[in-house]
């Protein structure tokens, strides 16, 4: 009796029957939805949801009717219920290729939500199961070792990556292979395996060429891992031909820039890291993976401090904060920048506290050797200062077994021995550190090695260790940075002779030796734009120097500056 009625009314007439045929019903409305859908596809995708509630075990023919419908149901902006069936389904699917199905676009879902853990039980349950064919297995753990990497158990992606990887290039699955070898690339990089993650991440590349896949996000990758061997021209170009590939991935911008960020930070390019850090987060998708944007806050976190921008590299690190807690990953990360900040603001109890509760491991290797690699030394000087002499020395030992494990990077073995310099308080190994780092292309690193050793030779009464410390102040001003790290003495900042009262003093002491500069040439007269050209600086940091000291000295323009810096009669400006 059903001959004839369109087949909305016929599998409507099905679900609120009996018990279902399940292919009768699943050829029932697969005909429905394809009318229904150009009209209300809405309705096309709630006929299918109540089919699938209603069958018994779902099949591989139901599990591609479950796929097109929670893509439907995605592109509708209702994501939630697309996920919320899919996990409903994946318990009641009747073999692991319907489940691999099913997975698959539930993996998706999932990643977009930025739900790692979820796809990781998932994929474990199925993987479990037996009889499953070999390409799904292949897809299954390579969405597993991806997901694996947005977690703070990163390195734990190396075994199903490698698996992965085995398996599809025995089936021909280049996708897969490259998805796979990108994941092990990342946790071989966590793992102190520098050597290892770069060709992970070449293969990843040439794999997906192979595939004729995008191959920009293998490429920022690929960069990055050249980064960590010290190849910078190599990452340049690398980085260059991701630019020239945009067509490719019309989002992910940011990702891009915060490759490029870190590589001019690793160089000591301070302007152009800014700029770099600076568009990306102008570019940072609402939707974009919170552990993957962590980093990028933390750069720019580090270049504000670097540049003496205080008041930025707090918000910055706000917020880098905030996406840690939400992602549970990366807190260490963030929080050797935090002591750096607060070591240059000269609040070093505070320093110390902030490296002694979050302490670098293995897991933070990733946001260290792709940049400047100033943290360690940064770590394990404060660490020492505050007492924690055997968190310096673990922190050693952890920097000497990667050196060890890389002897081919100069930049690992200098550090290594610049840490060691700074536990042992050996001004002999300090000065090593120096000569090891002039064979390394990271300035930064260098100039805080030459830092410490030149206050370790000052120290002992030593030859060199002030022109050491020049040679140091060279290079910070090379790259326009405004390098004022406290030392422990509080007369070693700049101060104001009182001209109005206690409270004046206090609030003149609060400005750094770079705002006290930018005050001086407003003062007399000259715009942001003559102040910048003059300091070498942008006006970008010239307007932040001045913001914050109208907010430090409680002034609201620059005539009541210029009034309060006359009558403070300032000696000469740092």
């Avoid at 994946?90 to 999932?110: F, I, K, Q, Y």
């Avoid at 998932?122 to 947005?150: F, K, N, W, Y």
């Avoid at 891992?225 to 020239?244: I, P």
Wanted: with cysteine; hydrophobic share 45%; aromatic share 4%.
């Amino acid at each position: 009796g059903q001959e004839g009625r369109p087949p909305s009314q016929v599998a409507e007439h099905l679900l609120l029957g009996g018990p279902l045929n399940r292919q009768a019903a699943l050829d029932v409305v697969s005909k429905a939805t394809a009318e229904l859908f150009p009209e209300s596809p809405d309705a096309a995708a709630d006929l299918t949801i109540r089919l699938l509630d209603k069958v018994d075990g779902v099949d591989q023919a139901a599990a591609s009717l479950l796929a097109d419908t929670m893509r439907t149901l995605a592109c509708l902006g209702r994501a939630d219920d697309a996920r919320a069936l899919g996990e409903r389904v994946l318990h009641r699917v009747d073999d692991a290729t319907a489940g691999g199905m099913v997975l698959r676009e539930l993996t998706e879902l999932l990643g977009a939500a930025g739900d790692s853990e979820a796809i990781i039980e998932h994929t474990r349950r199925v993987l479990a199961q037996a009889g499953i064919p070999d390409a799904v297995r292949a897809e299954l753990l390579a969405e597993q070792a991806h997901a694996l990497t947005h977690t703070s158990a990163m390195a734990d992606a190396a075994e199903p990556a490698r698996y992965a990887v085995e398996i599809a290039q025995r089936e021909g699955l280049r996708a897969v292979a490259a998805r796979a070898s990108l994941a092990g690339s990342m946790a071989a990089r966590v793992r102190g395996e520098l050597g290892a993650s770069y060709e992970l991440a070449r293969y990843a590349v040439e794999a997906a060429d192979a595939a004729e896949l995008p191959v920009r996000y293998p490429r920022m990758w690929l960069a990055s891992a050249l980064v960590a061997l010290d190849k910078f021209a190599e990452a340049e170009a690398t980085l260059s031909l991701c630019e020239g590939a945009n067509s490719y991935i019309p989002r992910g911008q940011w990702l891009l820039r915060l490759r490029t960020a870190q590589l001019h930070l690793a160089a000591g390019e301070l302007d152009k890291a800014e700029a770099a850090a600076a568009a990306g987060l102008s570019e940072l998708e609402p939707n974009a993976p919170v552990c993957d944007s962590i980093p990028l806050f933390a750069v720019a976190a580090e270049v504000a401090t670097l540049r003496g921008e205080f008041a930025d590299a707090e918000q910055h690190l706000d917020a880098a904060f905030e996406r840690a807690h939400r992602s549970g990953t990366r807190y260490g990360e963030v929080a050797w920048r935090k002591a750096l900040l607060l070591e240059a603001q000269g609040q070093l109890d505070a320093a110390m506290r902030t490296a002694a509760a979050y302490p670098i491991t293995t897991s933070h290797l990733d946001g260290l050797v792709a940049e400047s690699l100033i943290g360690p030394a940064t770590m394990v000087r404060l660490a020492v200062r505050g007492g924690a002499t055997e968190q310096a020395r673990a922190l050693a030992r952890w920097v000497r077994t990667l050196a060890e494990s890389n002897h081919s990077v100069a930049s690992l073995v200098a550090a290594a021995t610049h840490v060691e310099g700074l536990v042992s308080g050996d001004a002999a190994m300090l000065t090593r550190a120096v000569d090891l780092y002039r064979y390394s292309p990271r300035p930064l690193a260098l100039a805080t090695a030459l830092e410490d050793a030149g206050a370790a030779l000052l120290e002992r009464d030593q030859p060199h260790g002030e022109q050491m410390r020049t040679e140091a102040a060279a290079i910070w001003s090379a790259a326009n940075a405004e390098r004022a790290r406290s030392e422990p003495d509080p007369d070693s900042r700049p101060r104001f002779p009182d001209a109005s009262g206690d409270a004046d003093e206090v609030a003149w002491r609060t400005l750094t030796p770079a705002e006290l500069r930018v005050v001086h040439l407003v003062a007399e007269g000259m715009t942001n734009r003559a102040v910048a050209s003059a300091l070498v600086v942008s006006p970008h940091t010239v307007d932040s120097h001045l913001r914050r000291s109208f907010e430090k000295l409680n002034v609201t323009n620059r005539v009541e500056l210029t009034r309060l810096y006359l009558a403070a009669q300032p000696p000469s400006i740092p």
